[in-house]
C-alpha cells in the first residue's frame, strides 16, 4: 500500500507559514502585499475558484481585491482594467481569470500584464525565465506541485521523471522544474507509442491529461511517486483524478488523492507568488 500525500494538510500548513511571513514584512516595511483577481462574465467554475481565492489572500493578512466586469466587456476595456493595475504600487500580484469569454484575445490580455506582477507566471517573459533558469513566476499548480513531491522525503536528483501532458499550465513548467531539480525528464502526449513502457520507468509520474481514471498500475512503477493533477468526472459524475486512484494505490510508493492532492497548493502558491512579489518591490 502507498504512502497518500496529504496535499490538504501540506497547503494548510504552508498557509500559516505564509501568512506569519506577510506579518513580519508588513512589520518591517509598513506594506501590505496585495492581490487583484479580475473577474469576467458568469462562468460557474470561475466564481467558486476566485471567491476562494479572494478568501485565502484575506486570511493570509493580504489585500484582497476582485474586480467583476461584465461579460460584454470589450477588449480594450479589459486592457485598460490591466494597464491600470500595472500602474497601481499597491498591487503585487495581478491575475486574470481564465477562460475568458469568446470575443475577447486571452493572449493578448495574459501579455498586457506587467511581468513583475504575473503571479499566475503565463507571462511569455517568465515562461521565457523559468526555462533558461533565470529568476521567474512560476506557475501555480507545477510549483505546487514539486513542494509534493518533496514533501516525501525522497530526492529528485538522478530520477527518471515522466509527465504525461504538454500543456503549457501544467506539463511544461512540470518538466522545466523538474529538470531544474536534476531529475532526467520524459514528456509524453497523445502522439506517445506504448504509453505504459514509458511510464513505467518513471521514479516521479505526473500525470496531467483531463482523462478520468486513465492510468492503471499496469503503467506505474513499484514504488513510484505519482502526482494526480487531473480534476476530472467518474462515470457517477464524481470528482476524480486521471489516475485510477483504487487500482495504483497497490503499485505506487506515494500517491495524490483527487480531491485533497494538488489541487488545495495551487491557491497557495499563488499566495507565496503575492508575497516574493511584495518582497521584490520593497527591495
Ligand atoms: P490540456 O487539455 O491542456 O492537456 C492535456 C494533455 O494530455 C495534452 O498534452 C495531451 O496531448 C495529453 N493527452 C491527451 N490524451 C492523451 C493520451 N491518450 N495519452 C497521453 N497523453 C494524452 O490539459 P491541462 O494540462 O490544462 O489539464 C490537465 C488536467 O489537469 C485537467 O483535468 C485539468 O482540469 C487539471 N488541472 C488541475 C489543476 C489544479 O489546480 N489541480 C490546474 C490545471 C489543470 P497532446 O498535447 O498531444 O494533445
Known sequence: MSHIINGKQIAAETQVSITKRVAEFKEKTGITPGLTVVLVG???????????????????????EVIRLDATVTQADLLAVVEKLNQDETVHGILVQLPLPTGIDSDLVLDAIDPTKDVDGFHPINVGNLSIGKEAFVPCTPAGIIRLIK??????????????????????????????ENATVTIAHSRTKDLPSVTKRADILVVA???????????????AIVIDVGMDRDENNKLCGDVDFDDCQEVAGFITPVPGGVGPMTITMLLENTLISAERSAQ
Open 42 to 64: 458568469e462562468d460557474q467554475a470561475s466564481q467558486v475558484y476566485v471567491r476562494n481565492k479572494e478568501k485565502r489572500t484575506a486570511d493570509a493578512g493580504m489585500n484582497s
Open 151 to 180: 514533501s516525501t522525503g525522497e530526492s529528485i536528483e538522478g530520477k527518471e521523471a515522466v509527465i504525461v501532458g504538454r500543456s503549457n499550465i501544467v506539463g511544461k513548467p512540470v518538466a522545466q522544474l523538474l529538470l531544474q
Open 209 to 223: 491529461t483531463g482523462l478520468a481514471k486513465f492510468i492503471k498500475k499496469e503503467h506505474i512503477k513499484q514504488g
